[in-house]
């Protein structure tokens, strides 16, 4: 069994069936979201980066918008993945899959990308301001941002580290997601924090899979989304 010490240790794990969550349930349910509400609102072409591309799945939509991506993961199950991924839907000429030891600080240069994207990925660092400021700099001006990051009074997200608290106290041992997903924000506290390290014209959207919109004023989602420019 593997030995589970990380973020990047569950993502290894989890490489070989990731692209497939995306196709039932509540993934799907986001990847829907993110299409439909986030990716058709920005600009097609252009070179973008995926901040923690995981299997590459938003990578290749963006290549069906005819851009090129780099897309960068600290698991090189998921970097794997995402390359035979690549290959299999005939876009590997698009697409550039890199492993890195971290996004908190990324080997490109300044104002390199027309967009990024770095999606379910900022609350498993340590320093997510510190990647925040990354691809603001390696953004072009002008250029677009997308973000995510948990909402930090989610019903779903405080259910889920109330269970798992009680699994410890229980003696189970099962590792869950939320163990090493730290980072969560108010919608008006991150949209100030971005604002200070740089982006501007921030458009914040919420989703949550199980909680209707009409309720979110009064039970707030899961996860938080941003449309911001450089």
Known sequence: MMNIKSGIDLHDGLA??????????????R??????????????????????CGSGYFSRILAQRKARVIGLDASWNMIREARALAVAAGLEAQLDFRKVDTIEKLPFDDETFDGCI???VLEYLKNPS???EEIVRTTKKGGA????????MSVV?????????????????????????????????FGERLKSLGLHDIDIDVFDP?????????LPPSMIYVVARR
């Open 130 to 132: 510190s990647c925040i």
């Open 145 to 152: 941002v997308i973000l995510s990051i948990p909402h930090k």
């Open 118 to 120: 770095c999606l379910s």
């Open 31 to 52: 990847a829907e979201f993110i299409y439909n509400q986030l990716l058709r609102r920005v600009p097609s072409g252009g070179m973008w980066l995926d901040a923690g």
């Open 157 to 189: 997200r405080m259910a889920q580290i109330g269970l798992k608290e009680v699994d410890r106290i229980f003696g189970k041992h099962g590792v869950n997601y939320v163990e090493f997903s730290k980072f969560s924000d108010t919608p008006k506290k």
């Open 16 to 29: 070989a069936s990731w692209d497939e969550r995306y196709r039932r349930g509540n993934f799907k349910k």
């Open 210 to 218: 199980f909680i209707p919109s009409f309720l979110h004023p009064f």
